[in-house]
Structure formats: structure tokens, C-alpha cells
């Protein structure tokens, strides 16, 4: 039943086919990206400096804020992940993409739509939910270009060949069901919250599902879906073991989709009890993906110290793992009274967002680009110093942000600590994100780099085989004639 | 397609069932919520907000403030408070009574003798549990007097002063968004109303923080004013600014329609009515 890809003729075919949507998908991520991270930065400057760009109404810190957010999630996660999974569908299937025409219209489609989000929430025209702060102009091109994206990768699905009909490989299950459940949590939330607001705090309770399931189901899904391809191919062992895989695959989608309600919030005392319950489940499927993940690259890791890809994924579960602990310390009641609405939440969220899944998203687009396109990347040492540089960035983030937080919480739990003075108490904490911030961004700065570099040298490639092209039948026509 | 159709099952059902419990249930829970009654009043709670504070809801979502406020009181418990309000027709078998219980299960006596006028309650008990309250009460009213209980929340963000009782349901009828937050990184905004009701100081901190809140780390929000200069009287809108925050003579700073909102919006912010869910007194 195994198929060795390498020695089948057909991969670089298919490797061909997603060239197209895979660089309009990644073109768009890696632009994203950086402006995410400016934006981030900017932010992260007003703590320092509340005066700093106080006059200009668009750069105010309560919508910047969003916007890096958004830039990040929206712009560069999502459709990174979709880019990958088409690759992955393609390539596990063997099947080539057909009428690559569609997705790279609908990942055109999607970036305008992220542009469009990220200037109305810039404007003042964000919905103010969490998460989901697109207003229409943004929201409505976003879900149907992941609906054609989405319909392209299921047609990949259901067009495998043959042979491997019957038999799945465990990051299948992942992407598919990834793919399949942002629609419906998407489409909820607008319907719910925009579209036809429902009344009262089940508006909160909503985007707290929805942000969830976004953040964490469909992240969770696609990164370990991708992860789970990639380690055992670039580490050259394989998969252990395939049922544990799937059991942590069920385990996840059961338990990680009732996460989301914080406790002590004014609701029904059974919403935050029954997510708090999933949260404290959640062990099981971090468990089975520790085990799975540690069991297959075992033995395998100092030979790729120098995989970059390798690297970068590996890295990207290790923040998967920390960043669910973190959640389930948020959940357990003597932590959550301490870190609830301080700077614990936003730390582990970054992790999850940038160190699990972006990081695996760059070590995907380090493996695959080059393989899609057929071109090497203009600076392959760059991404080594980018891997160092996003991992030290995240560090300096998120560490100085959990820890602060909790100091900030022991402060807010004590009414006699002056509220001013938690204030203040972050701030040497706050100074040390913003480094790892900057980080950060000379990182994708390097990634953005690569990626325009590769899209530039593969639109001369195509100029030059245009213009032999157009040389060479000319010269045949005229001896003909 | 075997499998895939399972998987497609399968995870139809696992992925809708956490659709089930917190969209589904939360709308037929919550969505058709009612206006509740004030505790022992006949007052119906929430009343809808004023126009502007309504339009300044909007000024709050689109500045994004929820970004560093949350709107949500959290109490950690009760405490109850006994006052007798009337001693009956023999005073000294109430507090005989009284006495004899505190001696047998060591209540905690609150010294208010000496504080106490004649003909007014009285503080018996303070910051007792709920229990403890129940049996004075009743040991009072058994010996013929009458007694009350005052419930006190607890909590930081109580003691704080951040509000008098924890959030409820009920407080978010009309928002549109609900924007709860989840950060503090300013102090909770769920009681602003009640705490500062000057509508001139709001807008005094909305154009410049530090100016009334030394070191504070708020951002400010200039471009919601106007500075200009002074026509032939002053505006009685203008800000009465600290001179290190003035603009410069002949110039005065005129909040812009958006400020006087948000301004009405922050002091439509009241969470001060004891509710049957989150019942408190005055001491």
C-alpha cells in the first residue's frame, strides 16, 4: 500500500500543477504577514509611548491592535494553510490539480478581501467581535474564496487515485475536516452576529465558540495535519504509529471544539463548566500528539539539526503542546482566578498562532515552494536565520507576556495594589515583547524576501520560455508559407 | 470513498454537537431573555440606553476600546450582614436571645453599641456567612424581634470599586455588539457610570488621560475633539484643560459629536441595581 512519491513519475507533475494557486496563495500570505507584524510593532510602541501617532485616528492602539491580529490570522494563516493542504491533497492523492484557474482566482479574491477587512477595521468598521472584526466588504469575499479554495482541495480529495482509496493517511482526516468546518463555524458567526444579530451575552457566547474553534480547531487541525506529513518525509522514519495518529485525531475534534467559554463569565454556569471540562479532556489528544510526534522523529532530530523545514515544524509542535498547556492552566480554577483578563491569554494565543502555526507554515513553504515552482529560493541561507529569528522573536514575546501576566494577576487580585500600579508593573515585561516583536519582523521580512524573490525569478523563467516560445513557431510558419 | 464518507459523518456529528451546545443552546437560553424586576422593587432592569449613549456603543466598538477594557465585574462570594430592625415588645428577651447565640456558636459580635442611636436598626453581625445569618435571624425573630440580612459581594474587583455586584445576563440586553473584553490592561468599565458620572470629566479623560489620571497608560483621543479658535465667546462645550494640556491661548478644545457619545455611553454604564442572581445591600 505505500507508494514511494519519490520514485513515482507523476509527483513533479502534480508538484507543477499547484505552482500557480500556491504562489498567489503564498504571495498574498507573506505581504500579509509582514504588514501584521508592522502593525504589531506599532501597537506594542503605544505602551511605551501612550502619545506616540495619537492623532491619527486610524493607527489608534483598539484598532490596530485587531488589524495585526487580523493581518496575521486572516492574511497570512489561513491562506497558508489552504496553499499547503491543496499541496498535501495533491501530492498524499496523487492527483494533479485541474483547472488550477479557480483557486488562484479565489486566493486573489481572498487577499482583497483581507485588504478590504483590514482597511474598514482600520476605518473604524470593525464588527467588534473578536476575531471576527471584518465588516461585510471583508467578510464576504474572504468566505467565498475559501469555499472555491475549499471545493478545489475536496475535488483533489475525491479525485485520488484509485489505489489509495481506501487506505488514508492520517493528515487527510486532518485537512479535510479542517476544511470543512470553517465554512460552517464562519458562516455562524456572521449569520449569528452580524447578519442578523441574536439578542443579549449569547453574542458573547457565540464569538467565544467561534474564536475557539478558529484559533484552536482549525489551526490545530490543519498544522498537525501538515506536521504529521512532514516529519516522518523529512526526518525519513515513519509515521508512529497511524492509529495514534487517528486516535489523537478524534480525541482533538471531540474535546478541543467545547473549549472557549472562560469561567467566572455572566452566563449560564453550565457554558464555562462544560468548557472548562473539555479543556481539562484536551490532555488526552496532547498527549497522543507528544507521543506520536516524539516516537517519530526519536533519533532523527540531530541529523536534521540543519533541516530548516525540519527545524520549523518541529519547533511549531513544541508550541502546540506548550500553548495547550497553557490553555488548560487557563482553565484549571485557582490559575484562571489569577491569569483571567491579564496578559496570559494574548501570550498563549500568539504562541499558538505564530509559533505552532505559522512556524509550520514556514517550514511547509521552505520544502514545497521550491518543488512547486521548480526554481531554488533567491536566498536559501535566509531561511535559516529566519527560523532563528522567529524562534528567539516568539520567545521574547510570549515568555515576558505569561509571566507578566501572572505577576499582573497576583497584582489584580490584591485590592490594595493601586490599579495604576499593575499598569506599571508590566511595563518592563511589555518592553521585552516588543523586541521579540521586532524580531519577528526582520524574520518574515527574510520570508517575505524569499518567497517575491521566487514569484520574480519564476515570472522571468515564464518571460523567457514566452519569448522562445514566441520565436521559434514564427520561424516554422514562415517556412511553411 | 468508504472511509471518506465516514470521516465525513463522523466528524458531522462531533464538530455540530459543540455547535449544539454553544450556539444553539445559548440562543434558545439566552436569546429571547427578558427584562428582569430590581430586588424588592417593582423596577424593571435594564432600561434601554439614551439615543446618544446608544450612537457612543458605536464610537466604543469602532476605536476598538474593548481592545484594553473588559465590561465584566467578577465577585468571588457573599457576605451577609445582621441588623435588627425592631426589637419588638420585650427587648430584653431579644437580646438575651441574641446573646445566648452568639455564645453557643461563636458568632463573631459586631461592636456597634456604642455607635448605635435609639429607635434606629442596628448592626449586629457583620461579614458573616449566609448560614451564621439565617440562625441569628431566626433566633431573633423566634425571642419576637425582627432582624434583616445585608448581602455584601466579595471579591477584588468589588473591593476595588469596580462595581457593587458581579455581571450578569441581564446587563448586555441592549448592547449590539456585546463587547465583554478580555483584557486588562485599563481598568473594567462595567460600573464606569456609576463611578464617575461627571460627563466633563470623561471627556477631560478621553482628550487627555494623564491630565486626570497621573501616569496613566491610555492612549489619548484627540482627534474626537476639535481645537479652535476662540470665536467671539467661548464655547460653553470647551474643556476646562489643566495648562499643561491646554491648547494655546485664543484656541479652545470643543468635543466632537463622537466624544459627547462615548462619553454619554461610559456614563450609560451602571450595573448598580441588586438583582435576584446578584443581590447586594448598602452598609
Sequence with gaps: MTVNETTNPSAAEIDRSCCVPLLALFGGAALWLVVGSVLGLLASIKFHAPDFLANCAWLTYGRLQPAADDALLYGFCLPAGLGVALWLLARIGQTPIRGAIIPVVAANLWHLGV????????????????????PRGGSVPVFFAYLLLALWAMMIFAGRRPALRDALCPSQWFLVAALFWFPWIYSTANLFLIAGPVRGVAQAVIGWWFANNLLVVWTGLVGLGTALYFLPKLGGRPLQSHYLALFAFWTFILFATWCGIPSGAPVPVWMPTLSAAAIALLIVPLLAVFLVT????RGSIKSNWNNTPFCFIGSGIDSFLLSGLMLMAMACPQISRVTNFTWFGPAETQLRLYGFFAMTMFGAAYHLLPRVVGIEFPFPKLARV?????????????????????????????????????????LPFLRV???GLLLMLLGNLLFFANVIGLTIRWKLALLKKFITFVKSPLETIEVRA | MKNGFLIFLASLVVLGGSWCAFVLAPVLQLGGLKQTTVLNSSDVYPVGRPGEANQGLQVYRAEGCAACHTEQIQQSGVA??????????????????FE???????????????????????????????????????????AGGKAEIHIIATGPDIARGWGRRHSV???YLYDNPVQLGSVRIGPDLADEGARSPDASWQLLHLYAPQSVVKGSAMPPYRYLFQIRQIGREPSPDALNLPKAFAPPSGYEVVPKATARELAAYLLSLRADVPLRDAPFSSR
Design chain 2, 169 to 171: 445576563a441581564e446587563d
Design chain 1, 433 to 435: 515583547s516588543t523586541t
Design chain 1, 386 to 426: 529566519h527560523f532563528w529569528l522567529s524562534l528567539l522573536g516568539i520567545a521574547l514575546l510570549v515568555a515576558p507576556l505569561a509571566i507578566g501576566g501572572v505577576v499582573q494577576g497576583l497584582k489584580l487580585q490584591n485590592p490594595n495594589v493601586a490599579f495604576a500600579d499593575t499598569t506599571k508593573a508590566m
Design chain 1, 115 to 134: 485588504l478590504a477587512g483590514l482597511t474598514g477595521i482600520l476605518m473604524g468598521d470593525s464588527t467588534g467581535f473578536t476575531w471576527l472584526e471584518f
Design chain 2, 80 to 97: 451577609c450582614d445582621v441588623v435588627l430592625t425592631s426589637v419588638g415588645t420585650n427587648e430584653t428577651a431579644v437580646r438575651k436571645a
Design chain 1, 294 to 297: 516524539w516516537r517519530t522523529v
Design chain 2, 100 to 142: 445566648n447565640g452568639l455564645k453557643q456558636n461563636n458568632w463573631p459580635l459586631f461592636m456597634t453599641q456604642n455607635f448605635h442611636k435609639a429607635g434606629e436598626p442596628e448592626m449586629l453581625l457583620i461579614n458573616v456567612s449566609k448560614e451564621i445569618a439565617d440562625a441569628a435571624v431566626d433566633t431573633i425573630t423566634a
